[in-house]
């Protein structure tokens, strides 16, 4: 039997990063899943294989990279422009602390880097939103990962904790629209993306490997 691995997850509480921990939880590939978060999870006690780093400011990360080592790091974390309040505020979270993440995990020993950023990534863009996930990806390139695993989902669906109202909305436009809309933009279930990041982290293939959405749909059919 081959050895169990170390998972590493940052944004677990998130739409994803809640159905990844699930999987990754009943996944027999890993022995230990070190949860990294600002909001207490529940009962950690009930689920032996997590091992949850509470960090109310993800900006001190260094403080605690001696407990940031894994085989496999997975990032789901992400917010809105509205709900960072500012810019600055969202490139602070969807850029400063995932690179930050991968750079301690690297120097960890971390062999994949796996991560959802979203359809229309581009450092090009006119649109800030996507220019920074294309930023993000092109910094996660430059650390040099054996493995890279980017995930590019278009418009998520799932149930949040807090209510987005522009994305409910658009949510269900998406889902009337659906059939006219080319592959790579219909949405796409978080179930379905947490199943991918599992299908893709059991696959060896070093190097960068991009994964646009209607590829990640077919991965993660269940």
Same mark, same amino acid.
């Given at each position: ?21 699930? #999987? =990754?939880? *009943? ?14 999870? %529940?009962? /950690? $006690? ?20 001696? #407990? =940031?080592? *894994? ?14 309040? %500012?810019? /600055? $505020? ?133």
């Amino acid at each position: 039997m081959s050895q169990k691995k170390t998972a590493l997850v940052l944004g677990a509480t998130g739409l994803v990063g809640t159905a990844l921990l699930k #999987q =990754l939880y *009943a996944s027999e590939t890993y022995s230990k899943i070190k949860v990294i978060t600002r909001r207490p999870i %529940s009962d /950690p $006690a009930n689920f032996p294989k997590i091992d949850v780093i509470e960090l109310a400011d993800f900006s001190q990360m260094q403080t605690v990279s001696d #407990q =940031l080592s *894994a085989d496999d790091v997975f990032c789901t974390l992400g917010t809105t422009i509205k709900k960072a309040g %500012s810019q /600055p $505020a969202f490139y602070t979270v969807d850029f400063t602390y995932p690179l930050a993440l991968a750079q301690i995990a690297r120097e960890n020993g971390a062999t994949h880097f796996l991560i959802v950023t979203a359809t229309g990534a581009n450092p090009q863009s006119k649109i800030f939103y996507n220019r920074v996930k294309g930023e993000l990806e092109q910094a996660l390139m430059q650390i040099k990962f054996p493995n890279l695993t980017i995930l590019r989902p278009s418009l998520l669906t799932g149930e949040r904790q807090e209510f987005r109202l522009g994305e409910r909305l658009a949510q269900i436009l998406g889902k009337m629209l659906a059939g006219l809309m080319p592959a790579r933009m219909k949405p796409v279930s978080a179930e379905t993306v947490a199943r991918a990041m599992m299908a893709l982290a059991d696959e060896v293939q070093a190097g960068t490997r991009i994964v646009e959405s209607e590829q990640i749909r077919e991965l993660g059919r269940g």
